[in-house]
Structures are given as C-alpha cells and as structure tokens.
C-alpha cells in the first residue's frame, strides 16, 4: 500500500469511529429509571413543605413514549423490594429519539413527581429534578442533579431519603 493509500484507509477508520460516536450520541435511546425510599438513618433536616421544583416549559408526558420490549434493571428493582431498607416507588423504562424535551415522571400515589431530561453537550448529560414526599402535605425531599453519562452504564444518584438508578442505552 502506497502512503497516500494507508493515509485514505486510516481517515476512512477515523471517521467512521467518529460517526458511530456521533450517531449513538443523537440517535434513539432506552432509558430506565429505578426511584426508592431508603430508611437510613440521617442527621439532616429536611424542612421543605413546598415543591421547588423548576419545571419546564416544554415538558412531555412519560406516556408519549413507547416502552420497551425488555429492561435491564427489571430485576434490580425487584431485589430492592426484598431489602427491608430501602422501598420501591417507582421503575419505569422508556424509548427516546435523541436528547429531547424533559419527561415528567410520578408515581401513582403523587409522592414521587418531577422530570428527567437526556441533554446533549460535551457528551451525554442526565438531568434529574425529582421530589419524594413523605406524606401529602407533609415534608419534601428534593434531589436535582445533573450528572454526564456513557451509554450502558448505571448511576446511582442519592439523597438522604431516596435514590435514583438510571441507565441509558442505545438502541
């Protein structure tokens, strides 16, 4: 191979790797979400009574979305509820094209309301603004984080009273 062919053959890898990179960073994704109450005793005080959650503007409904024909973190979830310290709330998995509009997540029971949003920067960024409340009306516990994520990898975001698996995938 002649130098101008190795130097066409190595731009050719190049730039497919940084398609492959580009194309899983704006394509479609799985992601999941595992939220838990944990009864783990804490010296904090939590005096929040009023939600303070930033909502934006363009906020879409979890059920706008298609859910998957399988989950990861399906059995992960189940294995909390069997640990005494920790309760389940909520495990939902959804399929979204690109970093999109924020998804508003809640549980049945009201306790568990607020938004994820997938983010495009440097890279993938997880955004999380949820809040637990310990009982309607009573005290709210805010955990707002915004983390950067690889694909296929779990994060576990934690606050005092309750925590946050999530897990993006690309499809």
């Given at each position: 191979?002649?130098?101008?062919?190795?130097?066409?053959?190595?731009?050719?890898?190049?730039?497919?790797?940084?398609?492959?990179?580009?194309?899983?960073?704006?394509?479609?994704?799985?992601?999941?979400?595992?939220?838990?109450?944990?009864?783990?005793?804490?010296?904090?005080?939590?005096?929040?009574?009023?939600?303070?959650?930033?909502?934006?503007?363009?906020?879409?409904?979890?059920?706008?979305?298609t859910k998957?024909?399988?989950?990861?973190?399906?059995d992960s979830?189940?294995?909390?509820?069997?640990?005494?310290?920790?309760?389940?709330?909520?495990?939902?998995?959804?399929?979204?094209?690109?970093?999109?509009?924020?998804?508003?997540?809640?549980?049945?029971?009201?306790?568990?309301?607020?938004?994820?949003?997938?983010?495009?920067?440097?890279?993938?960024?997880?955004?999380?603004?949820?809040?637990?409340?310990?009982?309607?009306?009573?005290?709210?516990?805010?955990?707002?984080?915004?983390?950067?994520?690889?694909?296929?990898?779990?994060?576990?975001?934690?606050?005092?009273?309750?925590?946050?698996?999530?897990?993006?995938?690309?499809?």
């Amino acid at each position: 191979m002649t130098i101008s062919k190795k130097m066409t053959y190595i731009l050719v890898l190049m730039l497919g790797f940084f398609s492959k990179v580009s194309l899983a960073e704006s394509g479609s994704y799985q992601l999941e979400l595992m939220v838990f109450s944990q009864a783990i005793p804490t010296t904090e005080t939590f005096e929040q009574t009023v939600s303070q959650i930033g909502w934006p503007a363009n906020l879409t409904e979890l059920s706008a979305y298609t859910k998957p024909d399988s989950s990861t973190l399906s059995d992960s979830y189940s294995a909390l509820a069997k640990d005494s310290t920790y309760h389940p709330v909520l495990y939902v998995a959804w399929l979204q094209q690109g970093a999109m509009a924020p998804v508003h997540i809640q549980s049945t029971d009201g306790k568990l309301n607020g938004f994820v949003q997938l983010q495009q920067g440097q890279g993938l960024q997880l955004l999380v603004d949820l809040e637990l409340a310990s009982n309607p009306g009573d005290i709210i516990y805010h955990l707002t984080e915004k983390r950067s994520v690889k694909l296929n990898e779990v994060y576990y975001l934690d606050h005092p009273k309750f925590g946050v698996v999530a897990k993006i995938s690309p499809l």
